[in-house]
Antibody
Framework: QVQLQESGPGVVKPSETLSLTCSVSGGSMTSYFWSWIRQPPGKGLEWIGYSDDSRTTKYNPSLESRVTVSIDTSKNQFFLQVRSVTAADTAVYYC??????????WGQGILVNVSS | SYELSQPPSVSVSPGQTAIITCSGDKLGLRFTSWYHQKPGHSPVLLIYQDKQRPSGIPERFSGSNSGNTATLTISGTQSTDEADYYCQAWDSTDVVFGGGTKLTVL
């Protein structure tokens, strides 16, 4: 059974870059969209962006200028960078898997606080 | 950009049927997925491609989609169904989530 696990720092300073890793175990990365989704405290889900296994990427237009999603299938990992963070980027960040038929596998989520 | 709208809250009595809607322009032409999320937990996929249930999801969860509205129906609602519910669809190559609906089982 495929499992996803987010990792990275729990605190990032304002104006710096948030970097997270999602490690994939128990399955192949082929033929899926690998997404990052976030949830500010007490709010709803917001799609950030995805990469597929051929490194094709797509981003939420509201975040596109600050976000990069990348993938390393040889390591079974994909990554998120959010540049120039502010307090508004404080959220639980989830990685998840989809084939345009629903996100059926999610990581447990990682809370990232943007604070000095 | 494409938007999906959900009512902020829905209330239902135990054993009754809960209906949660998701509205978007010509949403019926797109596949919709539904998730529920309990506090402190990751979302769980309930319905995909409008009406398909992943293995392990009870039959009392059902979905439909037509016109501008997708609907999640929970039959025989249980107290354990109290959660936040989100719809999701693809807008070409982008992913869109609804704002979420808090289901209260009174």
């Amino acid at each position: 059974q495929v499992q996803l696990q987010e990792s990275g720092p729990g605190v990032v300073k304002p104006s710096e870059t948030l970097s997270l890793t999602c490690s994939v175990s128990g399955g192949s990365m082929t033929s899926y969209f690998w997404s990052w989704i976030r949830q500010p405290p007490g709010k709803g889900l917001e799609w950030i962006g995805y990469s597929d296994d051929s490194r094709t990427t797509k981003y939420n237009p509201s975040l596109e200028s600050r976000v990069t999603v990348s993938i390393d299938t040889s390591k079974n990992q994909f990554f998120l960078q959010v540049r120039s963070v502010t307090a508004a980027d404080t959220a639980v960040y989830y990685c998840a898997r989809d084939r345009r038929d629903g996100y059926n596998v999610w990581g447990q989520g990682i809370l990232v606080n943007v604070s000095s | 950009s494409y938007e999906l709208s959900q009512p902020p809250s829905v209330s239902v009595s135990p054993g009754q049927t809960a209906i949660i809607t998701c509205s978007g322009d010509k949403l019926g032409l797109r596949f919709t997925s539904w998730y529920h999320q309990k506090p402190g937990h990751s979302p769980v996929l309930l319905i995909y491609q409008d009406k398909q249930r992943p293995s392990g999801i009870p039959e009392r969860f059902s979905g439909s989609n037509s016109g501008n509205t997708a609907t999640l129906t929970i039959s025989g609602t249980q107290s354990t169904d109290e959660a936040d519910y989100y719809c999701q669809a693809w807008d070409s190559t982008d992913v869109v989530f609804g704002g979420g609906t808090k289901l209260t089982v009174l």
